[in-house]
Each structure stands twice: as C-alpha cells, then as structure tokens.
C-alpha cells in the first residue's frame, strides 16, 4: 500500500502558489498605477486624452475587481488570462491615444516577463510575438512615428526580454519541480522502512487510527487484527553473519510476510526484528475475525520460519506472534499495539515458534533479563 498520511496541499504544486502570489501582485501594483495615472489626469499634471483616461478607469477598477476574487485558487487561470489580455489592450491603447509619450512602449515588456510566469511559455511567445507585430503595424500611423532605427531596437529589446523571461521562468519551473520531488522523497523516507522498504512506525500509527476511525463509524461492528511479530534469538545472527547478514534476513523476512496478507493488509517494521502486521476491519463479528486472523498467523508462522539462505549459509529462524483483536470500547492505536506487544511476550513465554492470543490485558508483559537481550 502507498503511504496515506494526508499530504500539505501546497507543497503538491509549489509554483501554483507562486504563480498565485505574483498574480496578486500584479493586480494591485497595476490597479495602484492606473489610479495614479487617472489621478495625474485629473490634477492636470498628465492629461491621457478621453478615450485613454476612460480605458485607464476601466482598467483599474477591473485589476481591484480580479484581486478580491484571487483567493479563490480554481480561478487563477481565467483571472490570470485576463489580466495578460486587459493589459495588452490598455498597453495598446496608449500607444495609439498617448503619441506624446514616448516611452508608453516600456509597458510591453512587463507584460511580457509577466506572461511568462503567469500563463506559461507558449503564452509568453504569443505576447512577445503580438507586441511586436502591433507596435509594427500601427507605427506608420501614428502622430508621432517612431524612426526604422528606434523599430529596430524595440523588436531586439522585446525578444531580449522574452529570451530572459523564458530562462527565468524555465528554471524557476525546474528548480520547484526538484523541490517537489526531494519533499516527497523526504516525506517517502519519513513513512517508510530504508531496509525493508516497508511502512515503520509512524505510518502504521497512522494507518491503525484511520482503521479505528472507519470502524468507529461503521453502522455494524466490524472487528480487525493486529500481529506483533518477534524473531527468536536473531541476535545469534548478528553475532555469527554480521549485521551484513542480518540485514539480508530482515529483506527476505519482509518479503515474506508481505508475500502471505492482502494488498489492503499493512506490514511494517517497527525496528530490529520486530513487526507488525495490520489486518483491517475484515470480519463481522469477533469470531469470525479471530479464526480468520489465526489463519493469517499459521501461514506466517509457516512462512517465516522456513530454513533462510544467508551469504551461502542455511539459517533456521522462527518467529513468535502476538495477535489482538479490534475495537475494544475506547480503543485507541496504542492500546492495540500494546496488547499485541504482551501476547508476542506471553509467546516467548511459552517456547517461542507460536502463536498467543491477547485476553485484552493492557500491560506489557515482563521478561527476564537475558531474554530482552537476544529475544
């Protein structure tokens, strides 16, 4: 089973929020700025001609209109869009009705680096590509042209900017690509065994207390399992094969165990030889599960204490099993696990190489000394 902790939902898409933190910044750097243009207007400092001032007006009271709806993150792409389509009229729109500014073309390549983050690269090369061929088109007939030196130079500067614009925004892309993916590397290591490859501790914990929830709103009682899984004496492994050794049974010990439960059914390693097998919410009713769940600890039994081949070397290993049924009235993950950890113990007790039911005793149950030491 793949790890189910319930992953940040804005570490799965890093640049998404990225992207969502610039679009808000635009809207309101470009609502601020066209509200001073209209407000220069006004005082008589920076007259933009009717025709411009009122698309200046529309323009700012739409980028404060897009801004308030930017927290709802399913809009980002139709908001994104018509800022870039807004701006590129509105940047049009000076060029045309403002003849006397001559810099009114500085616009175009904000909306270009903009467009690159916003929307992506294709959209990037489209504005790039229509800025251009706008600004080309509508010079001859313009009041004040500008010269065939100064076209020129703005079709270089603009594909310039979209050159760098494009880099920028690739890489950005890459590098949260590779932040996203160490996060869930990090997150996988976090979940799972290194050795074994299989779920440890936490995601066991995790996985048992969403079993315990299912079951607690479950409209019938529905009764799981829990095994707690000990090697007998695998210390002696260590001591003969090297931990080399011991690493390579605990492999094929894994393997095992998996190779005997369901694809729904968890096996963990809590850490040395112990493990954990969790069988959820299987059986409607207590004696159904715990006559199932025998069954599944025969064939462990069976399985795991076959002869291991070690380095060329046989090994005779056998495993002790604990087994506990759930829910108990106000069961929690812990309680579970520790009564399965007490009739693992009550196993040992008996001659080891065989199976101990819990009879619901919460405490751990006590070893001699030199037991805990090569158990």
């Not at 992953?7 to 933190?21: C, E, I, S, T």
């Not at 005082?43 to 323009?59: A, C, P, R, S, W």
């Not at 001591?239 to 095992?256: F, P, S, V």
């Not at 001659?351 to 149950?365: D, I, K, M, Q």
Request: proline share 5%; hydrophobic share 45%; net charge neutral.
């Amino acid at each position: 089973m793949p790890p189910t902790l319930q992953a940040p939902g804005l570490a799965d898409d890093g640049y998404r929020v990225f992207q969502l933190v610039f679009l808000r910044a635009l809207l309101g750097a470009a609502g601020g700025v066209s509200a001073l243009f209209v407000l220069a207007d006004v005082m008589g400092i920076n007259h933009l001609g009717e025709t411009q001032l009122h698309g200046t007006v529309v323009y700012c009271l739409a980028n404060l209109a897009m801004l308030s709806l930017t927290w709802r993150r399913t809009l980002y792409v139709p908001l994104a869009a018509t800022l870039v389509l807004a701006s590129f009229a509105i940047y049009t729109l000076a060029l045309v009705n403002v003849p006397g500014d001559e810099l009114r073309i500085v616009w175009y390549f904000l909306g270009i680096g903009g467009s690159y983050i916003l929307l992506g690269r294709m959209v990037g090369l489209v504005f790039t590509v229509a800025s251009i061929g706008v600004i080309l088109a509508l010079n001859p007939g313009l009041p004040i042209p500008y010269s065939r030196l100064s076209e020129v130079t703005i079709t270089l500067a603009l594909v310039a900017c979209s050159i760098i614009s494009l880099a920028v925004t690739a890489y950005a892309q890459r590098v949260y690509r590779q932040l996203v993916e160490a996060n869930r590397h990090l997150r996988s290591l976090s979940l799972v065994d290194p050795l074994t490859g299989l779920p440890n501790r936490r995601l066991l914990d995790d996985r048992l207390r969403q079993t315990l929830a299912e079951g607690g709103r479950h409209p019938q009682q529905t009764f799981g399992a829990l095994m707690f899984l000990d090697m007998d004496h695998f210390k002696e492994v260590n001591d003969t094969l090297g931990h080399q050794g011991g690493d390579a049974l605990l492999i094929e010990i894994g393997r095992r165990l998996r190779a005997q439960v369901r694809d729904s059914d968890t096996v963990a390693r809590l850490g040395g030889d112990e493990f954990v097998i969790l069988l959820p919410l299987f059986a409607p009713d207590r004696e159904a599960a715990l006559q199932g769940a025998q069954t599944v600890a025969g064939k462990l039994l069976e399985a795991v204490g076959r002869p291991y081949t070690v380095d060329g070397k046989v090994v005779a290993r056998s495993p002790s099993i604990g087994l506990t049924l759930f829910p108990e009235p106000d069961d929690t993950a812990a309680a579970v696990l520790q009564r399965a950890d007490a009739a693992m113990y009550q196993a040992k007790a008996a001659g080891r190489r065989c199976l101990r039911v819990s009879n619901h005793t919460p405490e751990r149950a006590p070893a001699a000394d030199g037991d805990l030491a090569d158990a």
